[in-house]
């Protein structure tokens, strides 16, 4: 038996295993462009326009910089959101794993907040606060800091007391330890955090700029839907996916790299 066959079985070149890959990720997409085209066939374009239409509405959205300020206004809100939410989210789940008594103070607060709808967080932001930016970027941390806080929190509680142990009889500083010890525990739940909160920033923002903004994908739609624009409608939706499937990319690239030490098993769970 060569080093290409197990158990009777040939593996598939690099090449086709590639093509393989791409054909799975590409196939649900296909199929979902094809029943919309076939349902633009018999019903109006303002319930389902053809994908040729959506096609061109993105592409002017993203060659008109009146347009495209918005996506990136968007973009922007998003990112200093979640950035906001992780630096803080961040700082108390580490006093929560350093301190039991703050853990017991701030456990049942976030608890509470993750409780509380996002259009409720919008209808607070829009009555405390007067700046267009500064209500999303709270909506915005309010909204994904529980959930960054405990994915951290959770991430150094599973760190091994075996190897916290082993560690600190060496003595190292405290940056050797963040550097060899903590940063390469946690990496993993913290890409993990940010991909699951790309997701729920991407919806909430919307739902900001809906109500309360002047510009962005969220008031877009607003516009489109008043003038029954379905095609519209769609491309400004879009650019937010293409957005949220971009970032998703870059953190599994990060994830790919930093952990290409781990082994890959050839079992599937």
Known sequence: MTDGTLAGTTRPSPGLAFLGRVVRTAAPFVLMG????IASYFFPPYLFPSLVAVFWRCLDILVHWSQLVDVLATVSRILAGLAG????GAALALMMARS???DGF??????FFQGIPAL??????????????F???FIMVLTTLPAFTFQVLGA???????LVEMVMSFRPSRVKIFKVMILPAILPEILTAWKVNLGNASRVVVVAELVGATGGVGYQL?????IFDMAGALAWTLQLVFFVLIVQHILTLIETVAFRYRAISERSL
């Open 34 to 37: 094809v029943l919309w085209q």
């Open 85 to 88: 939410a992780f630096v803080i």
């Open 100 to 102: 039991k008594a703050v």
């Open 106 to 111: 701030l456990s049942p607060i976030l608890t």
């Open 120 to 133: 409720s967080w919008v209808v607070f932001a829009i009555i405390w606060f007067h700046g267009v930016e």
């Open 135 to 137: 209500r999303i970027f």
């Open 156 to 162: 150094l509680r599973a760190m091994s007391k075996d």
């Open 222 to 226: 607003l516009q489109q839907q008043q």
